[in-house]
T-cell receptor
Framework: AQSVAQPEDQVNVAEGNPLTVKCTYS??????LFWYVQYPNRGLQFLLK??????LVKGSYGFEAEFNKSQTSFHLKKPSALVSDSALYFC?????????????FGKGNQVVVIP | SQTIHQWPATLVQPVGSPLSLECTVE??????LYWYRQAAGRGLQLLFY??????ISSEVPQNLSASRPQDRQFILSSKKLLLSDSGFYLC??????????????FGPGTRLTVT
């Protein structure tokens, strides 16, 4: 089955510093990868996706992610973190074992941006 | 543009009472629809998904059920709630189309507390 791993429970970063949230994947075939963000008591918001093409994907709110096939990673990045970026971040991968209709989500990473 | 609605936003129900949560999608047709539960902590658990009217796939055997009486309506139900049913319930939709494969878009969620 397709899966993603988010190895860190929480990421703490000072405001203005670069932010990185890590994700590694395990798939058979071509990976379709996604990042979502969740603010407290809200639904998940789609940030960006990698399907094919350029390994650097740009998304919403200044976020970008780098697809690295040799390291099977898809880390989320932001050059300068804001306090408002404090939220829960989920990595996800298309789960091809179920008629292409499902996503497999990681456990989530709590990001805390310190003023 | 597409919009997804969930109601109620919050719900407090006693153990043994019935449950009905509703999700509707606007601005798209024939979407795939999903119900997730997010327990305290953070992980997402896929409960049900549907690829069409009356077509429901159950992922986890439990005392919950789902129905899709109309193309853009998805209902989560229970005849008798358990304490363990408490959590944050999220509805999501997706449509397979060129350029936007597989990503899911989430509703605002329903916070259910079973007392």
């Amino acid at each position: 089955a397709q899966s993603v791993a988010q190895p860190e429970d929480q990421v703490n970063v000072a405001e203005g510093n670069p932010l990185t949230v890590k994700c590694t994947y395990s798939v058979s075939g071509n990976p379709y990868l996604f990042w979502y963000v969740q603010y407290p008591n809200r639904g998940l918001q789609f940030l960006l996706k990698y399907i094919t093409g350029d390994n650097l994907v740009k998304g919403s709110y200044g976020f970008e992610a780098e697809f690295n096939k040799s390291q099977t990673s898809f880390h989320l990045k932001k050059p300068s973190a804001l306090v408002s970026d404090s939220a829960l971040y989920f990595c996800a991968v298309r789960d091809i074992g179920y008629g292409n209709n499902r996503l497999a989500f990681g456990k989530g990473n709590q990001v805390v941006v310190i003023p | 543009s597409q919009t997804i609605h969930q109601w109620p936003a919050t719900l407090v129900q006693p153990v043994g009472s019935p449950l009905s949560l509703e999700c509707t999608v606007e601005g798209t047709s024939n979407p795939n629809l999903y119900w997730y539960r997010q327990a305290a902590g953070r992980g997402l658990q896929l409960l049900f998904y549907s690829v069409g009217i009356g077509q429901i796939s159950s992922e986890v055997p439990q005392n919950l059920s789902a129905s899709r009486p109309q193309d853009r309506q998805f209902i989560l139900s229970s005849k008798k709630l358990l304490l363990s049913d408490s959590g944050f319930y999220l509805c999501a939709w997706s449509v397979l189309r060129t350029g936007s494969p597989y990503e899911q878009y989430f509703g605002p969620g329903t916070r259910l507390t079973v007392t």
